[in-house]
T-cell receptor
């Protein structure tokens, strides 16, 4: 079984809709991250959480919100989706004493 | 200027070739450096960390030049399975700092190894 899972894996939605992407991990890591990946722009950090009560904005948080429901769960929401939020979204986790991040398989989101 | 810059390629090399990728970073306070590998439509995975003295892992050699703010990855005896995107990654935090663990990714260098 995968250590970091994301649901859904693919989603097509319309402009203005609310959508939630979910991430779960069984690695026991405290730290979780949400990134988006766009062609030519690499991975960009949206939000990160160093523990359940510590949530921080990344470099591109506008238009997104997150919820850390438990150590193992970190959700990303788009309150009102717009077409330029079409991207590949990755969740990642890391242990507090390590720089290595473990990524989920990604969610491909298309906003029409 | 981007915080982490890479030549996007693509690099197209024959099997057995040696290929090198370069990466520059803008923040001189950067503390830790890594190369991640990403296969097409897959998640990134850590390939290797980059240490100040340089380090080797089989066919892969990573080097760091702090004075020039420059990181490199050398792949010797390329295999078909090395075809992927290679991501240069930098951590600018110090251990114990509030941003410890945040990584900044370059846009990636595409490598294709052909028979």
């Amino acid at each position: 079984d995968a250590d970091v899972t994301q649901t859904p894996r693919n989603r097509i939605t319309k402009t203005g809709k609310r959508i939630m992407l979910e991430c779960s991990q069984t690695k026991g890591h405290d730290r979780m991250y949400w990134y988006r990946q766009d062609p030519g722009l690499g991975l960009r950090l949206i939000y990160y959480s160093f523990d359940v009560k510590d949530i921080n904005k990344g470099e591109i948080s506008d238009g997104y919100s997150v919820s850390r429901q438990a150590q193992a769960k970190f959700s990303l929401s788009l309150e009102s989706a717009i077409p330029n939020q079409t991207a590949l979204y990755f969740c990642a986790t890391s242990d507090r004493d390590s720089y290595e991040q473990y990524f989920g398989p990604g969610t491909r989101l298309t906003v029409t | 200027r981007k915080e982490v810059e890479q030549d996007p390629g693509p690099f197209n090399v024959p099997e057995g070739a040696t290929v090198a990728f370069n990466c520059t970073y803008s923040n001189s306070a950067s503390q830790s450096f890594f190369w991640y590998r990403q296969d097409c439509r897959k998640e990134p995975k850590l390939l290797m960390s980059v240490y100040s003295s340089g380090n080797e892992d089989g066919r892969f050699t990573a080097q760091l030049n702090r004075a020039s703010q420059y990181i490199s990855l050398l792949i010797r005896d390329s295999k078909l399975s090395d075809s992927a995107t290679y991501l240069c990654v930098v951590n600018m935090a110090v251990r114990g700092g509030t941003s410890y663990g945040k990584l900044t990714f370059g846009q990636g260098t595409i490598l294709t190894v052909h028979p």
